[in-house]
């Protein structure tokens, strides 16, 4: 592998995505030469990691981690973040694995990291939402849980649920990855919130979310009240220089 701190790794956790994953490989890696994949699959129970391994023995910018069963969204992420940083690649991503992630922002990323130390994909920007296939309750539940972490944390963003983002390897080396224990939304807010509080800078690029066409999605009502309390206990942290 060439100098990986000039390289991006998008880290694609899997459960259950047999179907997106070979049309989803190839699409992130033709975005730009500098960019790697990790798959990291809990035990899917549709063979995902099988899949996955057999694609790495083609191609060598994939990479594969297999973990023992559902740990969660947030602790995959945290793996994944420790593995790029072990192997000195300079920007890491997230990103899904069902498509609702389109691929072809990623050089858009790669672009306004130059400006920024995390880059996430806004939904809703300047007044526009750009969601498609969501029923109106759901998306009127993102969009709205955006505006409750915005009232009760300060956090200055648009979407502060998404989870397409790119972090400069500083941002993940400085925030006490330890201490994040969120899932879900709120993974994605405790991120963007230890981030905004450890002084790195924060832009947002609006992207086109599509909502999935194989396959089953996550969410479930634990992932949403988690994400309910925890902005109230991210913020009384950081009042008491505890985050």
């Not at 391994?53 to 602790?75: I, S, W």
């Not at 790669?110 to 994909?121: F, P």
């Not at 649920?161 to 330890?178: H, I, M, P, Q, W």
């Not at 924060?202 to 996550?218: H, L, M, N, W, Y």
Request: glycine share 8%; with cysteine; hydrophobic share 40%.
């Amino acid at each position: 592998m060439q100098e990986t701190r000039d390289r991006g790794l998008v880290i694609v956790p899997t459960y259950n995505e047999r179907e997106n994953l070979p049309r989803l490989v190839p699409e992130i890696l033709s975005q730009d030469a500098r960019l790697d994949i990790l798959v990291i699959d809990d035990a899917s129970a549709d063979g995902t990691g099988e899949l996955a391994d057999r694609l790495a023995e083609a191609e060598p910018r994939l990479h594969v981690l297999h973990r023992r069963g559902k740990l969660g969204l947030g602790t995959a992420y945290l793996e994944g973040f420790r593995w790029g940083l072990t192997r000195g690649y300079g920007y890491l991503f997230e990103m899904d694995a069902d498509f609702s992630h389109d691929p072809a922002h990623l050089p858009q990323f790669l672009e306004a990291i130059h400006d920024y130390d995390l880059v996430q994909g806004a939904r809703y920007f300047h007044g526009r939402v750009t969601v498609v296939n969501w029923p109106m309750p759901r998306l009127l539940l993102s969009y709205y849980a955006s505006a409750y972490v915005r009232f009760v944390t300060g956090l200055p963003l648009f979407d502060a649920t998404t989870g397409y983002k790119c972090f400069r390897r500083e941002v993940l080396e400085s925030v006490a990855l330890d201490r994040v224990e969120s899932e879900g939304y709120a993974f994605q807010i405790e991120m963007s919130f230890r981030t905004w509080k450890g002084g790195f800078r924060i832009g947002e690029i609006p992207i086109v979310f599509v909502d999935r066409a194989e396959g089953e999605s996550k969410m479930s009502k634990r992932i949403v009240w988690e994400a309910v309390w925890k902005v109230w206990k991210l913020r009384i942290l950081d009042l008491f220089g505890k985050l």
